[in-house]
């Protein structure tokens, strides 16, 4: 069972920046890719940032150059950079895991980004 815990949400106003942290109980080196969800209200969880084993990234079209998607392997970690945050960025974020089936397996708690306009 792999264990995520997510942090750096709160509340932030519009053009405003905010830097998620997800920390997990494996070898992020060992995992096919890891990526950045996030589900708003009455609306489906989408793909928001993923990042490959060997540093490649994607990005939703909405996010891209706002939001930068990072990894620490030495502290299993992963990062999102947002920047220029604006409210249809509000949503609740979730990081999981695809570690080796090329499917999204495990999931963190989530963490709540509000932005005020």
């Known amino acids: 069972q792999v264990q995520l815990v997510e942090s750096g949400g709160g509340l932030v106003q519009a053009g405003g920046s905010l830097r998620l942290s997800c920390t997990t109980s494996?070898?992020?080196?060992?995992?096919?890719?890891m990526g950045w969800y996030r589900q708003a209200p009455g609306k489906q969880r989408e793909l928001v940032a993923s990042i490959t084993r060997r540093g490649d990234t994607t990005y939703a079209a909405s996010v891209k150059i706002r939001f930068t998607i990072s990894k620490d392997n030495t502290k299993n970690t992963i990062f999102l950079q947002m920047n220029s945050l604006n409210p249809a960025d509000t949503a609740v974020y979730y990081c999981?895991?695809?570690?080796?089936?090329?499917?999204?397996?495990?999931w963190g708690q989530g963490t709540q980004v509000t932005v005020s306009s």
């Open positions: 999981a895991t695809d570690r080796t089936s090329f499917k999204w397996d495990y």
């Open positions: 494996e070898r992020i080196s060992n995992f096919n890719q």
